[in-house]
């Protein structure tokens, strides 16, 4: 006889039904899976193609005013006019995210971008090239504090970390690659284009990086009760430009009077602005108290100014050292930068890997490692004038350090903020990292070129490392703001009942 037992038949169709269902939950995480990793590789690739359009037109700069006949002036606002309208913009472009939804901003940054590349591309003149420069930075703009914004939204926990990881990673090889890329692109002459393909490559990258946007990020539509807040945004334009000009132009011109006034007006336009979103509280302001009031997040902002500041105008003094001091080419320059954006990369992408706890400290032994890292390039310059093994080994491992600090500060930073107000914080933490970057530019370009009065290799190496101890001298200050930061959590976190 063939008996069936009711029980084992019903218990069996249930496991199959519970074997099936696992199998598609398991392929719906997988899918899932993929389709994050595919959005966070797009993100990455707008970030990247951002950053490298900051420095590849300084390696092409020569070609530029030689084909084009400009002035020195007029070449300046080339390379620095994306710079400015980027700085300008970005606080802006993040409101835009939060107004208009963050992916299809991104897309339509991506579109503007990359048509702007290809008018800077085929620019007939001067005046054509620097107005698409101009428009180009503010695209960018637009696009850039997407990149973060989504990130918030899309990962959370050690995925998270791993995405900041990556993003951190970027911004170092971007920079890197800018002035690689830059040097092999004007010497290979393209047909005969000279400096025009290091805009005209990023119209196919732009193409393929719009369509695939529009295919696979999530279009969540935007808060419409998120305000544009214009006076707001008229007020931080105008403290952000005021700052952001004349450290981008003051010191190539010598630091004219207009240069000194407008950073005079920094600080009642800052007051200005204070103002007007204390008053403004109740009416969504630009900056709301929820991110600037986040626990830590003005410290961290701190902390972020001098490590990016520190870092970026020892990068610019070791370019003028080499270039005008060692009489290096920019290709050649821009390869020895690769130990530096190695060392930054590997620590933005391996900090995670330890345990929570000892995160916060990667800020302050960063700084710690950094301060010393530049005594001791400092010293091999006056022992040996080129860059000798000791040196490119030593940048190696101050720019890991960097890198192991720039992570967790970005993570903390964003920890506290709650997700609705992710496009803001983005926003101003892009601010921050390019004001930091523009500051070092200023100051440590300043005090190299105060010491340099002839172009001999002694005396390049000599206010190359001057400059160096002020940087070290930058990060032991930020080494302690980071203490006062650990102190008051800790602080905080003891007087909760």
Known sequence: MNVQNPNWARSGSNGSFAASGASADCGRDESKRIRK??????????????VLDVTIV?????AVRSDLHTSGSVLQLIVAGYTVAYSTLLITGARAGDRFGHARVLAIGVLCFTLMSFI????PNSFFLVLARLLQGASAAFMVPQVMSLIQRTFEGHGRARAIGLYGAVIAIGAICGQIVGGLL????ILHLVWRPIFLV?????VALFALVLGFVPRRGGDSARSFDLIGVVCLMATVASFVIPLV???GLGWPVWSIVLLVLVVPLAVLSAWHERRASGRDPILSAEVVGARGF???????????SSYAGSLLAQALHFEAGLG???LHTGLLFITGGVGFALGSLTWRRFPTWIHTYFMIGGMLIGAAGYVIMAWSLRTATDPASLYLTVNFGLSAAFGYGFGPILSMALSHVPLKFAGSASGVLVSTLQIGQLLGIAVYGSIYFALVHNTSAKESAGAFAHTLYWAALACVVGALAGLVFIRMIRVKEEARP
């Open 298 to 308: 003005v410290w961290l902002l701190l902390f972020m100014v001098l490590m990016q």
């Open 120 to 123: 800077c591309g085929m620019a």
């Open 249 to 251: 132009f003051g010191p």
């Open 58 to 62: 300084n390696v092409a700069s020569p």
């Open 186 to 189: 004007v010497g290979a002459n």
């Open 202 to 206: 990023n119209v196919p990258i732009g």
């Open 37 to 50: 990793g595919i959005i966070l590789a797009l993100l990455l690739v707008a970030q990247f193609m951002a």
């Open 328 to 330: 290096l080419s920019a």
